[in-house]
Structure formats: structure tokens, C-alpha cells
């Protein structure tokens, strides 16, 4: 149910590529680069970004080391994406560091992947140990999406907290979602961590969908995965169908038939203080 690698591979495509490649080239320039650079990316996903994205912008580097916490996307990243200078990892960035790891990097980047960690306190603070001082990092982080508003909606839903505890999901929303100035918050929240935002944007960007079992598969594919831990599989299935409903109430059908849903992305990059 929840898919695999290469089918979140195929659904995100490449629509948003060019946006993330425009904020590389807004941010990564005004960063300092060495041929001994080592970057690590977290939550890499299948690893198309990574490779096809993120190496090709950094200027210099000695190797990106790319994280996620699903061990089959590593695997098909490793796989599918290989390169010399990129070493796949599985690995939980809110478990206990490594002392080898503390102090490593000298650039910390992620994309898309935040707003499936809802501890911050622990997110940034793990950041920070990982960060060489003076070390910089760059974040595309989706700060309001329709996701949110769905697990809201689900929390109040009588046949989905049969199974699963209202304050269960609400505690899978990032803070962003319960920030009124988004941009301002965010640099006071990090500043907590000796991390130094120097440019912040936020924007509004549209996804569409050709019909609405490409949106469900791709909703789907995105939801937090602990939602449906420890469920049964006719129990999971179930309660997906009770959502679908809740699903499209967060979209729009155009009139093409399309669905369309609109959602907001912070780019934000900064160093660590020295």
C-alpha cells in the first residue's frame, strides 16, 4: 500500500526540478566551496535529486553523503543513481550521532524532506552538532501543505481515531503549520541552535495532477508513514478509502479534469556560527 522507491520515483517526476535547481543557483554561490568539502543530504529519497541536482551544482566537493531513514529507498538510490562521489546511507538523522559524525560537514542540505520530521528541537540541534563551525547549510522545506490540513481533518474523524489517537497526529505536523510569519520565526527557531539564517524566501508553488488516481497514489506516497504502523493491512486500506474524501475536500478539479493543489516552500540557507 504505502509503495515503493520507484513508484514515488515515477510519481514525483521532474515537475518541481527546475525550481529546485533555480534555488541552488540563488543560495550556493554566495557559499564558500573547497575540494574537500564533504555535504550531507538528508532524506534523499530515491536519490534523483541528489545525483542529477545537487551534484552537478556544487562547485567543488569531495562527497556527498545522502541519508534516509527507509532502507529500500537507499537501496534503489544506490542502485539507480550511483555515482563515485555519493555514498548512500540508511540512517535516522534524530538518533544518537555517531562521534565521528560531530563537526564532519561542512555543508548540510535537504529537500522536500522536513516536514516529515516534526521535532524541530531535535532536527536542528542534530544539525547543528553535525555542522563544521562556519559550516553552511541550504533547505527547501515545505512549510504549508495540504498533507497538514488532511491529518487535521483526520483527527476529528470518528472511524480513523477508532484506530489511531487524535493527538497521535497531530503530533506528526511540523510547527510551520502554527506559524503566522513564517520567514521570522523560522530564523528565530534556528538561532536557538548557533545556525544563522542569511537568505529566506517563501513561496507559493501549484502541483496538478492528470486525474484523481494520480493525486491519490501521490498523496499516498507522501503521508507520513508511521500513520499506518502497526495497523493491519485490511484495517490500512480501510481507513485510506475513508480518507480519499478528505483528500480531494484539500484540491481542485479544473476544469480539464486535473486536480491541482497549492502548497508553500520556504528556501532558507545560512552558516553556523563560528
Known sequence: MEGTAKDYDTLCGIKHYPYTQSALDSHFPSM???DED?????GCGPGRITKNILLPKCPKLKKIVAIDIDPNYIEYAGKTYFHEKIEYKTQNILEKLDPEEVGKYDKVVSFHAFHLIPDYEKLFSVISS???PGGHFFFIIISNFRIFSIIRDLSTDKE?????KAEDLLALLPPTVFWEDVETEFKNFVSKFDL????IKCHTLKSSYPNKKHCLDMTL???????FENLEPEV??????QAQPTVFKHSTQEENGEISVSFEVLQVSGKKET
Open 32 to 34: 564558500e566551496w573547497s
Open 38 to 42: 564533504v555535504i550531507l543530504d538528508i
Open 130 to 132: 553535525l555542522l563544521k
Open 160 to 164: 480513523w481515531t477508532k484506530h489511531i
Open 196 to 199: 544563522r539564517v542569511t537568505n
Open 221 to 227: 506516497a507522501l503521508f507520513p508513514r508511521t500513520i
Open 236 to 241: 490500512k486500506d480501510y481507513l485510506w478509502k
